[in-house]
């Protein structure tokens, strides 16, 4: 597989393969958020689905059509929100922000496990900021530190946890098949 930058994925020719895994990546995450919606929703954030923001850190798992995915799986679900508009609007900005930097984190480190532990930790807070700063104290006015904490903490179970373990067990998923 062939290195290529930042730039050169973000303005490479979209495929089918991509258009397919988008349509998975999405499906998963609507389907994850929604049967654990008492999770997903609320001042302790628990959204499994978050997992799959990993996903664009590695090539082989749809890099760009990952980021792709979860950023409509996460547009969908925020329409069914509880929250309402400010979930869908600050959710699909988070979204972007996040997927938008673990794409980037992924060619920059070029897949390390570095790579892998930063962009979970940014990812969680810069999800942080927008759902448990901006979203749930800002707007609804819910107490400050448990807003922070408990988006973070969710983010952190989620997004560095499982997502670097869904990584990690990919890899070795990817290599015993190439080796078949």
């Known amino acids: 597989m062939e ?6 994925e973000l303005t490479a020719r979209w495929t089918l393969r991509e258009t397919v895994m988008t349509a998975i990546i999405g499906a998963l995450y609507i389907g994850l958020t929604m049967i654990l919606a008492p999770l997903a929703y609320g001042i302790l954030q628990l959204r499994i689905s978050e997992t799959l923001g990993m996903l664009p850190y590695d090539r082989k798992y749809g ?12 547009t969908i679900v925020g329409f069914v929100s509880p929250h ?6 600050l959710g699909i900005i988070s979204g972007v922000l996040c997927l938008g930097f673990v794409w980037w984190a992924g060619v920059a480190f070029k897949g390390n496990n570095v790579g892998k532990v930063i962009a979970g ?11 448990g700063y901006l979203m749930l104290h800002i707007v609804f006015q819910a107490p400050l530190w448990e807003s922070i904490l408990g988006v973070l903490i ?20 990817y290599r015993k098949k190439k080796e078949l």
Do not use: H, M, N, W
Request: glycine letters at 12%; aromatic letters at 10%.
């Open 3 to 8: 290195t290529r930058s930042f730039k050169q």
């Open 63 to 74: 890099r760009r059509a990952a980021a792709v995915g979860v950023v409509l799986g996460g």
């Open 84 to 89: 309402g508009v400010a979930d869908l609007l």
């Open 121 to 131: 930790l940014v990812f969680s807070l810069i999800t942080t900021f927008f759902i």
């Open 154 to 173: 969710g983010e952190l179970i989620t997004v560095c946890v499982l997502g670097f373990l869904l990584l990690k067990g990919l890899e070795v998923t």
